[in-house]
């Protein structure tokens, strides 16, 4: 459903819920987001929003997990949180519940304007009191974006985002690959927040995806900061897992590995399979994670600030 533009007082204002002290619980559909884009485009950076990248160079480590995860957390806070679906498998979008949208991320890229902006932004059914949260929904198209052209690269996302105001959190969630699509999200970012697993190949994933986001910090975003790691899925039992803790914490040091780690509970599973939040899975397990996800979510909030 189309909403109105409403002009805003200052750019800087932004639409702030206070939290509150209840258990979150689903909240009703809404007929489509707030209006949360700036009266004019064309500011350098992200006003008062936390902008974080979440990428892996390997498929079937949890990413899209953790950027819900992330989401879940901040709508238990309070906060306004945009997920920006950038995989062309466009999971996110699918286990959000995404209302259909006018145009998706797909057009975003191709038009990134004020309009197409709007046109994508749609809500979600898949809602947490007291926050709220809006999806940029993927589309298969997005993969047309994926690869290079050649010449000189302007990021687009950025531009696109730049039209956007009163977020208090964006989260994007990149394809499994070092792509122009990962670049252009490193590119509109704050942060950089990295998930694996502890295994071989998660760890060379992480090297490469280090390298990434390296270059587009010295080329594109000065800005741009690594939020940690994320080692996913982890047995405390299995000594493989914690050789690989161990090998991450030795190279890239102790303070850019994510504590705690996130421990491989089945209540993930059953969120996904149910299409609800973690948070809202009663159980051992589904408590452990929800805190683990606030834990991150603090960190990342106090980087960006």
């Not at 975003?221 to 939020?227: D, I, M, W």
């Amino acid at each position: 459903m189309a909403f109105t533009l409403i002009p805003l007082a200052n750019d800087d204002i932004r639409q702030r819920r206070s939290p509150r002290e209840s258990a979150p619980t689903i909240t009703g559909e809404r007929d489509g987001p707030p209006n949360r884009l700036c009266p004019s485009a064309g500011r350098d950076r992200l006003s008062g929003m936390a902008v974080v990248s979440v990428l892996s160079l390997k498929g079937g480590v949890g990413k899209t997990s953790v950027v819900l995860g992330l989401a879940g957390a901040a709508t238990v806070r309070g906060l306004a949180t945009l997920v920006v679906d950038l995989d062309p498998q466009g999971n996110a979008t699918s286990l959000l519940k995404s209302h259909k949208p006018r145009t998706t991320v797909a057009d975003v890229l191709g038009h990134p304007t004020r309009e197409s902006v709007e046109g994508a932004l749609t809500a979600c059914d898949w809602e947490v009191a007291p926050g709220e949260v809006d999806v940029l929904p993927g589309h298969a198209n997005t993969i047309r974006f994926d690869a290079w052209t050649g010449g000189p690269w302007r990021p687009k996302l950025a531009k696109a985002l730049s039209h956007l105001d009163g977020y208090d959190l964006v989260l994007i969630d990149c394809p499994p690959s070092l792509g122009a699509l990962t670049r252009e999200a490193l590119a509109a970012s704050d942060l950089a927040l990295v998930v694996t697993t502890p295994s071989y190949f998660g760890a060379q994933g992480v090297e490469r995806a280090m390298a990434e986001i390296d270059e587009v910090r010295k080329n594109y975003n000065p800005e741009l900061e690594l939020a940690g790691i994320v080692v996913n899925r982890v047995r405390s039992v299995a000594e493989e897992h914690q050789y690989r803790e161990h090998e991450l914490i030795e190279i890239y040091g102790r303070s850019a590995v994510m504590k705690p780690l996130m421990p491989e509970r089945i209540a993930v599973q059953q969120a996904e399979g149910y299409g609800q939040p973690v948070q809202l899975v009663k159980t051992a397990g589904g408590r452990e994670v929800a805190d683990i996800y606030e834990a991150y979510l603090t960190k990342l909030l106090k980087l960006a600030r």
